[in-house]
Each structure stands twice: as C-alpha cells, then as structure tokens.
C-alpha cells in the first residue's frame, strides 16, 4: 500500500518567466530573492509593470538563519498592507525563506518558539507562494518544508507544513545560463542527493522511484557536459528537468542518510551543500548489496550494472567533477566523523535509511574515505 501526492502547477519552459506577470495579475505580492545586482533585474522588471510588488525584501543568505529571517520579519511587519502571494525568485535558501515568512508572517514568537523552544511551527493562513527558482538542485519549488538553520546553536531545523507547498513553480532554463560552474556543479548534485536518496528510503513508492531513477540518469549524462559549456540551454533545460523529478520524488519520501551526514559538514566545515550531501553517495550505493532488493533493482536500472561496479561509476563520476572523496580533502577529523556518523544513523533521516550502519562503515573503509 502507498500513496502519492504534489499539489503544485509545474509551468516549465524557455522564457516561462515572463508569464509571472499574467500569474499575479491584480494581486497583491511582495518578491523575496537574493541581494546580488543578478537577481535585481528580474525584481526591476516587475517593478516596472502595471502590478508592481508592495515591497521587494533582498536580505536572504545561503543557509538562511534565525536571526537573518527575524530580521526579514521585521521587515515584513513595516509592510501595511495585505499581502496575497509571496513571489521568491533565487534558490533554494530564498525559496525557503519565503516559506518561513509565509508561515510565520511578522510573528517572531512563533518563529522563536519553532527554532530555540523547540515546539511544532504555529502555521495559520500561511501566504500563497509562487516559486521561480534560478539553480537546479535544491527542489524547494516543489516541497512543503523549508530548512532553517540556527548558527549560534550549531543547529539545523525542518520547518515542514503541508500548506506551505508553493501553489506554482515557474521553472525557466533561461535564467539558469548564468550560473557559475562551482553552482552548477553543487546544485546539480544535490538534485541526484535527492533522487537517490528516495530510492534507499523506507517512504519509497512506485512514483516516487520513477522520479528518481529519471533524475538520476539525467544528472549522470547531462552534468558533465554541462561543465563544459554553461551556456548550453539544452543541457540547463535538462538538468532542470532532472531537479523537477528529483523534487517529484523527494517531495514524498524526504531524505535519507546522506542527508544527515551532510548537515554538520557543511556547519562546521564550510563544505557546500550539494557536496557534502553527495560525497558518500558512492559509499552508500555500495552499502545496499544484498540489503534490499528492490531498492538494488532500481539502482541498477540508474546504472544499468551491479551494485559494486556503480559505486566505482558513481566515484569516477565525481572525481571527475572535482568533489572531494575522503575526509582528508574535506578536512574532517577521523573521530569527529565517527560521531557525525553515529549521530546521522539516530536521526530522522538516518532512520528513513533501509541500510545500516554496518554495512555503511565496511563500504567506506573499502572505498577509501577514510
């Protein structure tokens, strides 16, 4: 038995951006993106339009933290007027940032009570979203949780809610070709951390791995050449593509182990995202022989080859992209990453993983992390 559900309209396409315009017609919105003069063109544009925005809020950070979005509370509190739709046009930290705001409103206490007291988020008529996301990773777009990182107290939080899945995701190639090749290539493997991660997870359903298994197979093939020629709009619209499967697909199953190791990694180790997330990939795949044979059977179909022969594939394929592949190029201490394993395996993500821990410490040793 399982069950499948995304409510949000995917509107996909070259130059789809310009239909914000008809999507907002006659509502009232404010737009939350980055603050880098990049992004100021596409908040200029509407600013200029019969519909202007009530307020254009810029402060957003990678990994946005507590006090960050307290300030933008702040912010959004000085706004007098009634605000239908909140319109994040960036990544992923914007996209969940705007999801904070849209729970929260100008209510610091309930965002306070989530993130320092620890109690479930107070979420009453949050704000429509209309997400336009500018990098291919994160999925943001296409989830109903934001993550909120508390950088004082070492800590990282899910605020998750049902009624904070975007009501439209506006997906552009176009205003993707920007994008740097450090970016591409983190934000392209957290797109493959999240569609692998739904295949060695127990919420798994038939869907979800269909999702996957595309998204996986469009990274693998399209990332690399995009490396090479940024400006290829085919190969963006592709791995935009493969971020819309990979948000399809983890939007139902949430994340597994790969996940939560990564999070203290990038807190204490200033390594990106989309790479501390996908490091151990390779492990990981290796770890799922002989564990579960469905998830080895949809793999498999991702690589078309045994699971010890795609764990070689899957390095190979990351070496070539420069991701560092053991903990002396990321600089983790022996000891400090027995705990973050240790830890990982005890928390919510580690317990969506099939796999085990064993099995996971023998993958690595034998792939050399450490």
């Not at 017609?25 to 202007?52: A, C, G, Q, R, V």
């Not at 107290?153 to 552009?172: G, V």
């Not at 699971?307 to 190979?316: H, P, R």
Request: glycine fraction near 4%; charged fraction near 20%; include cysteine.
């Amino acid at each position: 038995m399982w069950n499948y559900y995304n409510p949000v309209e995917i509107i996909f396409g070259e130059k789809k951006f310009q239909e914000v315009h008809a999507v907002l017609k006659d509502k009232s919105y404010i737009i939350i993106t980055h603050p880098e003069k990049i992004f100021k063109k596409y908040s200029d544009t509407l600013s200029s339009s019969s519909n202007p925005p009530i307020a254009v809020l810029t402060d957003v950070q990678p990994n946005p933290d507590y006090k960050d979005i307290l300030e933008l509370q702040s912010k959004f509190n000085s706004i007098k007027k009634n605000v239908d739709y909140i319109l994040a046009i960036g990544g992923g930290s914007v996209t969940d940032t705007a999801k904070a705001i849209a729970a929260f409103k100008e209510n610091q206490k309930y965002l306070t009570d989530f993130v320092r007291n620890k109690k479930n988020p107070t979420v009453k008529n949050p704000i429509k979203i209309i997400a336009v996301p500018t990098t291919s990773g994160t999925s943001s777009e296409l989830t109903c949780w934001a993550t909120i990182w508390d950088k004082e107290k070492n800590n990282k939080l899910s605020l998750s809610h049902k009624s904070l899945y975007a009501e439209k995701a506006i997906i552009d190639p176009s205003i993707m070709v920007d994008k740097p090749l450090g970016l591409t290539i983190s934000t392209g493997l957290d797109a493959l951390s999240h569609a692998m991660e739904s295949i060695w997870n127990v919420n798994a359903n038939p869907i979800s791995a269909s999702h996957a298994i595309q998204a996986s197979k469009l990274v693998l093939k399209n990332l690399p050449l995009l490396t090479k020629d940024l400006k290829n709009i085919q190969l963006r619209s592709n791995i935009a593509r493969a971020c819309v499967h990979a948000g399809l697909a983890f939007s139902n199953t949430k994340t597994a182990i790969a996940h939560n190791l990564s999070y203290p990694v990038t807190l204490n180790y200033g390594i990106q995202h989309g790479i501390a997330c996908s490091f151990t990939l390779p492990i990981i795949t290796r770890s799922m022989i002989g564990v579960n044979e469905q998830a080895e059977e949809r793999l498999r179909l991702i690589f078309n080859n045994n699971l010890d022969k795609a764990s070689l594939e899957l390095s190979e394929f990351m070496r070539n992209l420069e991701v560092p592949l053991n903990l002396n190029e990321i600089k983790v201490p022996v000891q400090e990453w027995n705990n973050i394993v240790d830890d990982a395996f005890l928390g919510e993500r580690g317990k969506n993983f099939i796999g085990n821990k064993e099995a996971f410490i023998s993958s690595a040793k034998t792939m050399g992390l450490y």
